[in-house]
Structure formats: structure tokens, C-alpha cells
């Protein structure tokens, strides 16, 4: 049995199942990343809630596995040379699985590199531009009386909503045939800008009929679903 007593987390966020893969999380857009390909991919796994509005993410245990306070990180008991991995960053995370199983990611090194591109484009650019237009929009900057905050951030989201539709154009996925790590880390932010943050008619979502028939499809898929869940306050 794998001994997770090293790690502080698990002193807060105690494993009932040590030998599995051990996940620190809720279901945000970047949390459900991590269970989502854990949901995919089949591998065991014990969800651990972490409750960031009561900045649990912020509590000496979790910060010890990730200073940086965010969600999801992992525990690997089975990590490379067979020694215990602890892991932050779910793009990071996203990568090391889809390594780790040889899933959702491709073999041919010229298709790997062009997913891992569209994986730091949802990184860089996606989550963080929808993630302003949800602040400005639906939480505590809704408030704010000057409005060109939210106006940048919606033109900049509907030019990423565009980038995004153009690259969707006669694929089924980011990568064409291939459903991948591109569309795990994407999925659950392009439904949260038009359900959790309210702002499908803002940012002119169904504008973008690529994106939209592609969204539908990855919210069909079971392990969607069910990783989108995971893991909840209820």
C-alpha cells in the first residue's frame, strides 16, 4: 500500500484508497480538466473536495502541495520509477496523464506538439479572458460602473470564440478525427461562459456554430459528464 504520510495534504484530505491517484479539487473550469481525463482515461482516482470559496486552497496542507493556491492538484502513488508524484497546474496534469496512459494525446511527435499548442492556447488566452468576462459579468465587477472592463474582455473572448470556430471548421475536435487533451481543457470553460457565467448572448455565442455543434458533442460523451461533477459541493 502506498504511504501518502509525507505529503501535509494528506493530513487535511485523508486517502481512503492510498494506491490510487489522489485529486484536489472542485468543479471549475480548470478542475474538472483533471477529472474529466481521469474519467476518460479509466484510471483509479479518489476526489478530494476542495472547498476554494471557504480558501481552503489557502491552507498551509495545500499550499504545501501547491504554493500557488489553485486547483486541481494531484497525488500520483504510481508516479514515474514507480515513486509517488505530487503535481499542480492542470495543464500539467492534462499532460502528464495523457503521457501516462497513452491517451488523448497523439504518437506522431509533429500531431503531440500541435495538441500541446492548442492546450497552452486554452491556458493562456481562454481561460483567463472568460474568466474575466465571468467576473465582470456576473460576480462582484458587475458592480462597477465603468464598463469598459467587461466591453474588453467580451471583444477579446468573441475574437477567441473565432480563432477557436475557424480552427473547428470541418473537424469534429481540435485536432480533426481525434478527440484529445486540446478539448478536455477547453470544453468545460466554453460551457461555463454560457451557463455558470451567464453570458451565451453577450459574448454572441451562437455566432459560432463550429464551436457550438462542437460543445455539444464533448458534453455527450459519458466521461464528460461525470468528470464535469467532480468533484462538487453537492
Known sequence: MADLSGFPIASRWPAQHPDRIQLYSL?????????????ETGLPYEAHLVDIMENESHLPEFL?????????AIIDPDGPGGKPLALFESGAILLYLADKTGKFIPDDAAARWETIQWVFFQMASIGPMFGQVGFFNKFAGKEYEDKRPLQRYVKESKRLLGVLDGRLAGRDWIMGDAYTIADIATLGWVDNLITFYEARELVGFDDFGNVAAWLQRGLARPAVQQGLKIPSRG
Open 27 to 39: 468543479n471549475t473550469p480548470n478542475g474538472v480538466k483533471a477529472s474529466i481525463l481521469l474519467e
Open 64 to 72: 504545501a502541495l501547491n504554493p500557488n493556491g489553485k486547483i486541481p
